[in-house]
T-cell receptor, first 115, second 110 residues
Framework: NAGVTQTPKFQVLKTGQSMTLQCAQD?????MSWYRQDPGMGLRLIHY???????DQGEVPNGYNVSRSTTEDFPLRLLSAAPSQTSVYFC??????????????FGPGTRLLVL | KQEVTQIPAALSVPEGENLVLNCSFT??????LQWFRQDPGKGLTSLLL?????REQTSGRLNASLDKSSGRSTLYIAASQPGDSATYLC?????????FGAGTRLTVKP
């Protein structure tokens, strides 16, 4: 069981470039989410998905797109990178969905620098 | 909107000391509260999860309590060790929304 995996581990972009952060999980979890972590601000929810074909916005969705074609994969797309998107990005899945026992499982993170 | 606050932001203690980390939240309608550990440059590791109907959870030297009515949780670490040095994050789960505190950076000195 690999759990939640993320690629790449580190990426440098120039302003205006686009890229996709990959996230995959092998636990058959329906719920997946993307967070960004900035110094002194904790983690903030970008987008989430409650199952294949269903996505919704979180607290800070602007500048990011997501799609969920399979249960396993939940990529995050930056269409036109900006320096304000420099951050550490974490993908997570959770189970059992919608219960008080729901536990979050996090990937190792992607460190993104936008110049 | 749920807001989660952790105090203190940083804490330095000598090895062997017992310590308490604090977490407060503004909306008591939560599913659960989780405490995570984060080592520098790493992801988050779940330490303890307290369901909304529970008052506390224990794992080894860690004990977490939850008081929903007052919007507070504490993480108690007994007999601290240098290996406990990390950032500790609390997070509260409402429906479809998990909110994090900014964390407490703990340093345990040998």
């Amino acid at each position: 069981n690999a759990g939640v995996t993320q690629t790449p581990k580190f990426q440098v972009l120039k302003t205006g470039q686009s890229m996709t952060l990959q996230c995959a999980q092998d636990m058959n979890h329906e719920y997946m989410s993307w967070y960004r972590q900035d110094p002194g601000m904790g983690l903030r929810l970008i987008h989430y998905s409650v199952g294949a074909g269903i996505t919704d916005q979180g607290e800070v969705p602007n500048g990011y797109n997501v799609s969920r074609s399979t249960t396993e994969d939940f990529p995050l797309r930056l269409l036109s990178a900006a320096p304000s998107q420099t951050s550490v990005y974490f993908c997570a899945s959770s189970y059992p969905r919608g219960t008080t026992e729901e536990t979050q499982y996090f990937g190792p993170g992607t460190r993104l620098l936008v110049l | 909107k749920q807001e989660v606050t952790q105090i203190p932001a940083a804490l330095s203690v000598p090895e062997g000391e017992n310590l308490v980390l604090n977490c407060s939240f503004t909306d008591s309608a939560i599913y659960n509260l989780q405490w995570f550990r984060q080592d520098p440059g790493k992801g988050l590791t779940s330490l303890l999860l307290i369901q909304s109907s529970q008052r506390e959870q224990t794992s080894g030297r860690l004990n977490a309590s939850l008081d929903k009515s007052s919007g507070r949780s504490t993480l108690y670490i007994a007999a601290s060790q240098p290996g406990d040095s990390a950032t500790y994050l609390c997070a509260v789960l409402n429906n479809n929304d998990m909110r994090f505190g900014a964390g407490t950076r703990l340093t345990v000195k040998p």
